[in-house]
């Protein structure tokens, strides 16, 4: 599997487009779609929907996850925090083991669970890993695809 700098530069490519023309699409700046291929920053969760609707891709496809493109899936990611809290009770975890799992504070992961703030792409991804669930399930898409 590719990671997820490979994987934009990749979808990219493909569409024969060039990073103004992505950024413009998504109301992004050149520059900024440039630093995610460089792998210098990780996109919003906002902005990586917006990238799977415009590439018409899963989530963990565009994180590089899984080597299959699934397809955009509408999601509602303001179950983000109520799944993350639903997935914890399930997993038997406290918030210390868990915030400990994905290196962050404890008052940071309380924060992901409140909806106060959303979890970069790493640590989205480390949270899907830990409880054995797809991106686009922890982000709102309503059937578990592990």
Known sequence: ?????????????????NHVDIANQICLNAETYKNYERGLCYPKLVTLLELTEFYNVSLDYLAGLTDDRGEYRTMDVEQLPKRIIELRRQSGMSQSAIAKQINVTKSGYKYYEM?????????????????????????GFNEMNI
């Open 1 to 17: 599997m590719k990671n997820f700098v490979n994987r934009f530069i990749e979808l990219r490519k493909e569409k024969g487009l």
């Open 115 to 139: 909806g106060k703030s959303i979890p970069p792409l790493p640590r989205l991804i480390a949270l899907a890993d830990l409880f054995g669930v797809s991106l686009d399930y922890l982000v």
